[in-house]
Each structure stands twice: as C-alpha cells, then as structure tokens.
C-alpha cells in the first residue's frame, strides 16, 4: 500500500541553523512528491514539488528537497531558518490517476530564537 | 483569481445536528478534492470530483457524510447527525488535472461538535 512516513514528529532547531526534514515513502512506480506548510489554521501552501528529471528540486522561501529512489525519501533542507518558518510540514506523495494526496503525519518545526 | 475558499471557516455545533461546508474552487479546475485533518495528523483524503461526477469515495466518508458538485463548479459536503469524533479540520482542494501541476488548498472549515 502506498504511504508516506515522517519520522520526526516535532523538531526544534535555533534561529540561523540549518534544517532537514525527513520523509520516507512506499509506492510501486516513479513518485509525484510534495512537501507543502500549514501555519495554525491555516490550509495548505506547496513548497516544492517533484515529477521527474533533476532529483534536487528548489521550492519556495529558501527550500529545496532532494529525491533518493535507493532510499525512497524526499527530504526538505533549509540552510539558514528563519523564526516565520516555524510551522507543520507534510510530505504527500499523488496516489494514481485521480491526483488524490496520501499525506505523512507531519513534523512540527519549533525555531528558537 | 482569488483560490481555493472555503465557508465558514470555523462551525461549533451540537451533537446530531446537520452541518454543510461549501468549497469554492479555483475557476477552471475540473477536479475537486475533500480531505479531513485531525489534530496532529496529516490530511486524510475524504473524496474526488471530476467536473459534477464524483469518482472515489474513501472508506472514510460514512453514510453519514456526502458531497456534492452539481454544476462541476463548487461542492458542499454535508456531514448528518454529527457525532464528536467528527470534530477536524475539513480542507478542500482544486487542481486542473493537467499533467505535472498541483493541488491548491483551501484555508479549510474547522469544525467543532460538543
């Protein structure tokens, strides 16, 4: 069955330091990949997306991922973050012809001044 | 184009009453897309509409809940006699269904049942 799994519930990384959100999915063909941030109540906004070609995809606000087949993850990476980066993040990958989203858990990313 | 809008953005309500959310899709997008969010979790697909016809249900959508789209431009999900654990944060999605282009959400309707 296809799934996506966020290992990190909840990290805290400090004002300036770099970031790196893991995601791991299962899917028998080539992957849609996304990572999309929901502010509090918010919906959500697509950072980054991947479909094919380049494996190292650069999204919004400074975010890029990288696609590793041999691993089936798709990382996010910030190198510096910014204390409005503080939010959850979910990695979805497109499940079939109907363009529907099968969504990690989420991670919530905590910045410390 | 103003996106994906969804009303009300916030519904309390009683146990066993009925509610109805509307989603208002970017113009053009014929396909339209539900999913529930509860608190700590990654949205979970709820249903799918090609233009008026709805394609995919998940096992989620009890009889209790249905979804409309009559005209292939807006939807409205109904969720009868609601019970407590129907309590979450209902999103909605459009996209053009176009190869290598994404969905765009909504802000969602958060609905609380007590």
């Known amino acids: 069955a296809q799934s996506v799994t966020q290992p990190d519930i909840h990290i805290t990384v400090s004002e300036g330091a770099s970031l790196e959100l893991r995601c791991n999915y299962s899917?028998?063909?080539?992957?849609?990949l996304f990572w999309y941030v929901q502010s509090p109540g918010q919906g959500l906004q697509l950072l980054l997306k991947y479909f094919s070609g380049d494996t190292l995809v650069q999204g919004i606000k400074g975010f890029e991922a990288e696609f590793k087949r041999s691993q089936s993850s798709f990382n996010l990476r910030k190198p510096s973050v910014h204390w409005s980066d503080a939010a959850e993040y979910f990695c979805?990958?497109?499940?079939?012809?109907?363009?529907?989203?099968?969504f990690g858990q989420g991670t919530t990313l905590q910045v410390k001044p | 184009d103003t996106g994906v809008s969804q009303d009300p953005r916030h519904k309390i309500t009683k146990r066993g009453q009925n509610v109805t959310f509307r989603c208002d899709p970017i113009?053009?997008?014929?396909?339209l897309y539900w999913y529930r969010q509860t608190l700590g979790q990654g949205p979970e697909f709820l249903t799918y509409?090609?233009?008026?016809?709805?394609?995919?249900k998940s096992r989620l959508l009890s009889d209790r809940f249905s979804a409309e789209r009559p005209k292939g431009s807006f939807s409205t999900l109904e969720i009868q006699r609601t019970e407590q654990g129907d309590s979450a944060m209902y999103l909605c999605?459009?996209?053009?269904?176009?190869?290598?282009?994404?969905?765009?959400f909504g802000q969602g309707t958060r609905l609380t049942v007590v």
């Open positions: 509409f090609q233009n008026e016809a709805q394609l995919e």
């Open positions: 979805a990958v497109l499940s079939g012809n109907t363009g529907k989203l099968i």
């Open positions: 999605a459009s996209s053009s269904g176009d190869r290598n282009t994404e969905a765009f």
């Open positions: 899917y028998g063909a080539t992957p849609y």
């Open positions: 113009s053009e997008h014929n396909r």
